[in-house]
């Protein structure tokens, strides 16, 4: 068991996993058992699939748990192979308890140097956490594995918690209040709660908007069953209905349709909402109303290159808005654009008093362009 332990603990760098057949008893549970090393919230970890019948149950656990489960391991299976870079360790244990060990050569050195702990990327929220309200949502199964068809999904919500995440490294605050923009099902708004109630232990309150009354009921009855009493979801228009009038200091959108994102904007403008997180959706508005008579009328010519320019000068205005009403603005690629086109993040933080330098650049290209942009609209400067 000295040797195991060591590969286990000093030479884990070198380990790429470990596989564990053969049970002595026809009723275990588990038919075969796939152990590897990963990072969980960066502490070295060891991940268990066990399968049994069609079905795979994760199992992680710290170094001294894993150590204690495989001692339980050598008494039930009678094959347990350790893959390290260049060789196999493997271990034929008799019913009586003896271990014979044979060591053969690989050739997995290459894979398991070229990417050693990190053969996956660690995202914030990992396959295999114990996150139940995610189950409820169907991203998860219930042993927590990543339903196929959700992957992107959750690769999406992971990156945009690595962006907020960023933003709160020194954030001390004790309590935070955030509305969510076209929550939908709500996916991004369970998790953004998770990350501030478990992670940063923060008081977290958050009330998502949405038109849809069914999704709205069902994401408030999935909060109700976790307990998470300060996540509420509302059905509304955000762009006529009245929204929340206490403090907030977070406001959230992730591919809210069309303008609901420019009502999202002005809404944070307005009350001076310190964080603003992004993701813009379809822009259908400048692209619809915008006539040529400028500078740029060759972007204008072909009806693909008038869609992207559009949307990028939607997003542009936006920024150049927000610059304008003292925030630090950063655009960021959120996902791959081959992931999703829409895939701009506009990070915000409100930062100083504003000034008007951007405003009379956006009211010559409106003027000449004649388009309509909601964000424009509303902060009170269009002539329509
Ligand atoms: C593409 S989904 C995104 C949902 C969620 N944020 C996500 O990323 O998974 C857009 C959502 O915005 C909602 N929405 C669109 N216009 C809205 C409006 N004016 N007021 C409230 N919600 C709106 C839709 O009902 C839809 O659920």
Redesign the pocket.
């Known amino acids: 068991m000295e040797n195991i332990k060591r590969i286990i603990t000093d030479e884990r760098n070198t380990l790429i996993k470990i596989s564990i057949s053969s049970p002595f008893s026809k009723d275990e549970e588990f038919n075969k058992i796939s152990v590897r090393p990963v990072t969980i919230k960066k502490k070295p970890c060891f991940q268990a699939e066990r399968f049994k019948n069609n079905q795979v149950f994760h199992l992680n656990m710290s170094t001294e748990e894993f150590l204690v489960f495989l001692e339980d391991i050598f008494k039930k299976y009678a094959q347990i192979s350790f893959f390290k870079s260049g060789e196999t360790i493997t271990c034929s244990v008799s019913a009586g308890g003896k271990i014979k060990t044979k060591v053969s050569k690989n050739n997995l050195k290459a894979k398991a140097t070229e990417s050693g702990n990190n053969r996956r990327k660690e995202y914030i929220f990992n396959e295999g956490e114990n996150i139940p309200a995610l189950v409820d949502l169907g991203v998860f199964t219930p042993d927590f594995k990543i339903v196929k068809s959700k992957y992107d999904?959750f690769k999406q919500i992971n990156r945009f918690i690595e962006i907020v995440n960023d933003a709160f490294v020194n954030d001390s605050s004790k309590e935070i209040t955030i509305l969510d923009?076209?929550?939908?099902?709500s996916?991004?708004t369970f998790i953004i709660y998770y990350y501030f109630a478990e992670i940063k232990k923060k008081k977290v309150k958050i009330i998502g908007?949405?038109?849809?009354k069914d999704?709205v009921e069902s994401c408030n009855k999935i909060a109700e069953k976790y307990g998470y009493e300060n996540l509420k979801f509302i059905v509304?228009?955000?762009?006529k209905d009245t929204l929340a009038d206490e403090h907030i200091d977070m406001v959230i959108s992730?591919?809210?349709?069309d303008t609901?994102t420019d009502y999202a904007l002005n809404y944070a403008i307005q009350k001076k909402v310190k964080y603003i997180f992004s993701v813009p959706?379809c822009q259908h508005e400048v692209n619809k109303t915008i006539k040529t008579g400028g500078d740029f009328d060759i972007l204008l010519k072909h009806g693909l290159i008038k869609e992207r320019m559009s949307a990028l000068l939607t997003d542009s205005i936006r920024v150049a808005f927000l610059e304008d009403m003292g925030y630090s603005v950063d655009v960021l690629e959120f996902v791959d654009f081959s992931h999703s086109p829409k895939n701009i993040m506009i990070r915000a933080k409100k930062t100083k008093k504003g000034n008007d330098k951007n405003r009379k650049q956006i009211k010559d290209l409106q003027e000449k362009y004649k388009f309509t942009q909601t964000l424009y609209k509303l902060t009170g400067d269009s002539n329509e």
């Open positions: 999904k923009f076209g929550c939908g099902k996916y991004l908007y949405d038109l849809k999704v509304s228009d955000v762009t992730l591919h809210a349709c609901a959706c």
